[in-house]
Nanobody, 114 residues
Framework: VQLQASGGGLVQAGGSLRLSCRTS????????MNWYRQAPEKQRDLVAN???????DYVDSVKGRFTISRDYARNTVYLQMNNLKPEDTAVYYC?????????WGQGTLVTVSS
């Protein structure tokens, strides 16, 4: 199983980024997918998740700004982040639970300047 995250970068407050996470080794059609983030010296927290059927949920702090989606043809999950704030600065990780264990991507750094 591999999760390959990309799309992070430096952006000014109010800007947008789209993160991608390409998966291999999982049956993407039935796997739930998650995005987590970890800010410096803080714990890793769930940001958004999407079920195999496409139902999404978000942490309150990103509702209305972030959108999680999935492309079944590309085995890829996305996180569209709009109206970014400095407090969104973190390393973002994609994640899935597959065959009884959690799998993590390598993380992609998002830095939002004020």
């Amino acid at each position: 199983v591999q999760l390959q995250a990309s799309g992070g970068g430096l952006v000014q407050a109010g800007g947008s980024l789209r993160l991608s996470c390409r998966t291999s080794g999982v049956n993407f059609r039935i796997a739930g997918m998650n995005w987590y983030r970890q800010a410096p010296e803080k714990q890793r927290d769930l940001v958004a998740n999407v079920t195999s059927g496409g139902s999404a949920d978000y942490v309150d702090s990103v509702k209305g700004r972030f959108t999680i989606s999935r492309d079944y043809a590309r085995n890829t999950v996305y996180l569209q982040m709009n109206n970014l704030k400095p407090e969104d600065t973190a390393v973002y990780y994609c994640n899935t639970l597959w065959r009884g264990r959690e799998w993590w991507g390598q993380g992609t750094l998002v830095t939002v300047s004020s």
